[in-house]
């Protein structure tokens, strides 16, 4: 039998927490064992997060039919995509726990175990299986982003989701891509996952090291004030690569991942970079600093080494390879 969660003490907002962590317990759950009775029987559908976004996908589903033609049309992909957002909202608001669970059963090496009749061969066999996936644990260790990323693990959490599809998507998709990954586990390597060699000589894990580079720099030139001379030696150096080198890399990113996914990396950098520059400004006018290190988080120094040890390993693979 699997050992269930572990003994819980509640913090003063009436979350439960792990001993001796601090984490919570259940991250997406509204209640704990301290709720109030009226706390723990209110419905989901109660929430007004989740009014909000029902609300949403109704205005967008109603401004894109298709019966209004050319006016529908207009803004259709942007709205298309607001809504499949707002609908992954919604799962994990509201069933972000079952998310949890078979990503727990994953990172166990296990999976569902569908109900059978008691006629069913081996009925017994599969009333043991279930006793071990029914638990409480396996909320809680998939409820968390793992210290390391293993990527067999992570291959299995995507079978256990895919048979769920919590994101609605089509049969076809799922049994194909489903059926790709179990063939990977016999060596078959299926065209779903076979790579595009055909005018593509560079590798796709350094083109996007080097895409976090350039947005790096740019960062930098906004956050810091800085020239981009002395934006790109700090990058340049925390790579080991020259300054040079570096400056080569935006044109060559717009040829091999296109000019908006260029843009768009450069365009987030200076979107959190204006953020930490407010912050300087009022600190320096009032005294007063804002907490800004998540948008710091993704281009400071410590990213930056973070970066130059991931291009540094992606380096070695290739000349492995």
């Not at 913090?11 to 706390?39: K, L």
């Not at 700090?234 to 060559?252: F, I, Q």
Request: charged share 25%; aromatic share 8%; glycine share 8%.
């Amino acid at each position: 039998m699997p050992t269930d969660h572990n003994p819980l003490f509640d913090g003063p907002d009436g979350q439960e927490y792990h001993p001796g962590t601090g984490f919570p317990v259940w991250p997406h759950r509204r209640v704990s064992s301290i709720s109030t009775a009226d706390e723990q029987n209110r419905a989901q559908i109660d929430d007004p997060y989740v009014s909000y976004r029902l609300d949403r996908l109704d205005e967008l589903e109603k401004a894109t039919r298709p019966i209004g033609g050319l006016a529908s049309a207009k803004g259709k992909d942007l709205a298309a995509f607001e809504a499949l957002e707002c609908a992954g909202e919604l799962t994990m608001r509201l069933a972000g726990w079952a998310i949890a669970h078979q990503i727990g059963l994953a990172a166990k090496g296990l999976q569902h175990v569908p109900e059978r009749s008691p006629e069913t061969k081996h009925y017994q066999l599969r009333l043991q299986e279930q006793s071990v996936v029914d638990s409480h644990e396996h909320e809680k260790v998939g409820a968390w982003e793992p210290k390391t990323f293993d990527p067999i693990v992570a291959r299995k959490c995507l079978v256990n989701l895919l048979k769920a599809n919590p994101g609605g998507w089509p049969d076809w998709f799922c049994e194909q891509t489903l059926g790709a990954i179990e063939a990977l586990e016999y060596g078959e390597v299926r065209p779903i996952f076979s790579p595009v060699s055909a005018g593509r000589r560079r590798d796709y894990t350094l083109l996007k090291l080097q895409l976090r580079a350039v947005a790096m720099v740019a960062f930098r030139r906004g956050a810091y004030r800085m020239t981009k001379e002395i934006a790109s030696t700090e990058v340049a150096a925390g790579l080991n690569v020259s300054v040079d080198t570096l400056k080569s890399w935006e044109l060559r990113l717009r040829k091999d991942l296109g000019t908006l996914s260029l843009d768009d990396a450069i365009s987030t950098a200076q979107f959190h970079a204006s953020f930490v520059a407010s912050d300087d400004t009022e600190k320096r006018l009032t005294g007063i600093a804002l907490d800004t290190s998540h948008h710091n988080a993704g281009y400071d120094a410590v990213a930056l080494a973070d970066l130059g040890k991931q291009y540094e390993a992606a380096l070695r693979r290739g000349a492995g390879a």
